[in-house]
């Protein structure tokens, strides 16, 4: 059974398998779809405003809104220092990143918009995770099984890596997957 939320027919505006997952485990009847957008950003915008900008922009760029429906778009970041890491390249640069992120502490963020023919809901949420020391070795093992390419700082933390070298995060869990599933919940609810 899944749950329908007043008379909105819900749609997410993104093809990521793992917020398809976490949308569906909260029982939410919805359809998903990819939305093309430009996802740059302002250079003097703060990093941590970035996830929820890319969210409305996302979101803008589906232009066919029908009056029952709600969309949600969400971006995640991975934030270390001052620095965005996006979605590596290659094994060199997901590498390069396991590395930066080894023991030490960052914010990972996810911007969420809902928006009907109405309304607009605009919010972030933020998870502090703190890595472990991880050994070259470890960290090739798990570039080479878990291929985390599609993955922004080179992890999901739902994966082999996030069991083993997670110490710790301070926050939503489902937000470092994608989705910050109860201030969502809440969101919708309020919509």
């Known amino acids: 059974m899944t749950l329908r939320l007043f008379d909105y027919y819900i749609l997410l505006g993104s093809q990521s398998p793992r917020r398809r997952q976490l949308l569906s485990e909260m029982d ?3 359809t998903s779809f990819s939305i ?3 996802e740059s950003f302002p250079d ?3 990093v941590s405003e970035v996830a929820e900008f890319l969210a409305v922009v996302k979101s803008e760029a589906h232009k066919e809104l029908r009056t029952n429906e709600l969309l949600i778009t969400a971006d995640t970041t991975v934030v270390k220092g001052n620095q965005i890491l996006n979605k590596p390249e290659d094994n060199a ?3 390069s990143m396991l590395k930066e992120l ?3 502490i960052h914010i990972v963020n996810t911007g969420v918009c809902l ?3 109405i309304k607009t809901v605009r919010f972030h949420v933020e998870t502090a995770v703190h890595f472990d020391v991880m050994s070259d070795e ?3 093992y798990y570039i080479d099984t878990y291929k985390p390419f599609d993955k922004a700082g080179s992890y999901g933390i739902q994966e082999w890596i996030g069991k083993i070298g997670i110490k710790r995060i301070d926050g939503c869990f489902y937000n470092v997957m994608g989705l910050p599933c109860h201030r969502l919940y809440q969101e919708l609810c309020m919509f």
């Open 28 to 30: 939410i009847e919805f």
């Open 36 to 38: 093309d957008a430009d």
């Open 44 to 46: 003097n915008m703060p």
């Open 93 to 95: 640069e997901a590498f």
């Open 102 to 104: 080894s023991d030490s």
């Open 115 to 117: 928006r009907s023919v």
């Open 138 to 140: 470890n960290i090739r």
